[in-house]
């Protein structure tokens, strides 16, 4: 019965990754849909585990008080991790105030205005605000803004957007690979794995640093001359020889008092997440917090927010989680962490390496949210097996999954994001389009993090 339900399990894992990439149903209904699946036939009529099926809910969790306040070492989760849903879904509240407010508008006008409105350090300034963004702000929304920004810089100054936009995904990917809090498969490696805000910014923040630098120069040298290239379309403007207005950052602001509030929960948010370690109040505890304050300066305006929450995005979460816990139960994630022991054969490096790669690889084709919560357990496994550092594994783990996903318009949900929001104002950016600079680039960091996590965690610890 093991082997049946091992098989099953497979098969409704590969079922939910068909029903994702083929975009015919919605995808938070096809991990619900899944995730119910496993835990029905796989745990329940299957296994008959029915203790496993209770820890894949996780529902005690909210009556231990270490979920809310850390006072020592935790057992690492298995099943739904409710300190990511808790904390994301606050995220998202501070997030749409905060873009309520103009915040995110002002900021790239302001920054546009203090460079003379000059095409090349926009491109360069972008990319970097792009990056520092996502080091905070979950990179979906980043890109969300950032894109719609540089298609009206783009009418403004008359160039073509899709350079920009393309070289803006790249970097919010790696931007939010420094941080804890910056990419969706980041959050749930760090609130699975106890790692903290500190952490990530020493260990994956050096990699995403020296990317970083590589990745300006990559993008600058493939498309300087095509950004300084006037475009006269009737997209950009009607003529071309009027005179530019350029806006004014503070029209962003659309309620000041709203604004101010918005950017201080924004600024308290960012302590406490550097903080956190040392506060020892956990994730879930500092999204309820940021979501709870972030409602109640809303004022009036509180149901607007709790209607924009992206409340599919959850519910994807949950069942993703659920599925994940199913594939544990039935022990396929140890066939996996085997597969990868026996190609290593036993060296250390070798299995970091197949991490870093394989995750790259992987996520450059499925959703790298999906696949870092079911590489979890297999790292943990492996960690266990080889007798390495764990954390060793989870860093390239997420350098894999995050800059994997950047390869193509589909391997992140910030690249979707940013190709729809282009496609909306009548820029298509084609696979051809995106790949050719965005593949090299991938190629080009997955290099430099593998030389770097070759030198600081074996030449250095020898």
């Known amino acids: 019965m093991q082997l049946i339900a091992q098989i099953t399990a497979i098969g409704i894992f590969i079922l939910m990754f068909a029903g994702i990439l083929s975009e015919r149903f919605e995808r938070h209904q096809v991990s619900l849909f899944c995730g119910a699946a496993m835990l029905i036939i796989v745990c329940g009529m299957m296994l008959k585990d029915y203790e496993g099926l209770w820890k894949i809910m996780a529902f005690d969790e909210f009556v231990d008080p270490d979920f809310w306040y850390q006072r020592g070492e935790l057992a690492q989760s298995t099943g739904i991790n409710w300190a990511t849903i808790i904390f994301i879904a606050g995220m998202m509240v501070m997030v749409e105030a905060m873009a309520m407010a103009g915040f995110f508008r002002w900021l790239c006008l302001t920054i546009a205005k203090a460079l003379h409105y000059r095409v090349i350090p926009l491109f360069i300034a972008f990319m970097v605000m792009s990056s520092l963004l996502a080091m905070f702000i979950d990179s979906i929304t980043v890109i969300m803004f950032l894109a719609a920004v540089s298609v009206e810089l783009a009418r403004l100054l008359r160039f073509d957007p899709i350079p920009m936009i393309i070289a803006e995904i790249f970097c919010a990917n790696l931007g939010g690979s420094a941080t804890m809090c910056g990419d969706p498969p980041n959050i749930i490696i760090g609130t699975t794995l106890r790692f903290g805000f500190s952490d990530f910014i020493l260990n994956t923040g050096p990699i995403a640093l020296v990317s970083l630098f590589a990745v300006l120069l990559f993008f600058y040298t493939v498309y300087h001359k095509r950004l300084l290239v006037k475009m006269k379309s009737h997209k950009i403007h009607k003529d071309t020889d009027a005179p530019i207005q350029y806006p004014e950052p503070s029209d962003a602001i659309k309620d000041r008092k709203s604004f101010i509030e918005a950017s201080v929960i924004f600024g308290a948010a960012v302590i406490l997440l550097v903080t956190h370690e040392y506060s020892h109040l956990t994730v879930a505890t500092i999204g309820m917090f940021i979501g709870l304050a972030s ?37 396929v994630l140890d066939l996996i962490a085997g597969a990868i022991e026996k190609m290593s054969s ?63 318009p589909i391997g992140a949900s910030a690249n979707v994001v940013g190709i729809s929001v282009a496609a909306r104002h009548g820029y298509i950016i084609t696979w051809k389009k995106y790949c050719k600079a965005a593949v090299p680039a991938t190629l080009m960091v997955i290099v430099i993090a593998t030389v770097i996590i070759y030198i600081r965690y074996f030449l250095l610890a020898r």
């Open 295 to 331: 409602l109640i300066t809303a004022g009036k305006h509180a149901s607007e927010l709790i209607h924009k929450i992206d409340s599919k995005t959850i519910y994807f979460f949950i069942g993703l989680f659920m599925v994940v816990g199913g594939l544990e139960n039935a022990g």
């Open 346 to 408: 036993g060296s250390a490096f070798i299995t970091v390496v197949l991490v870093l790669s394989i995750s790259a690889f992987a996520s450059a084709f499925v959703d790298n949210i999906p696949f870092a919560a079911t590489m979890i357990p297999v790292i943990k496994l492996l960690a266990h097996v080889e007798g390495m550092p764990l954390s060793t594994l989870a860093w390239a783990l997420s350098i894999g999954t995050d800059i994997g996903g950047s390869a193509t």
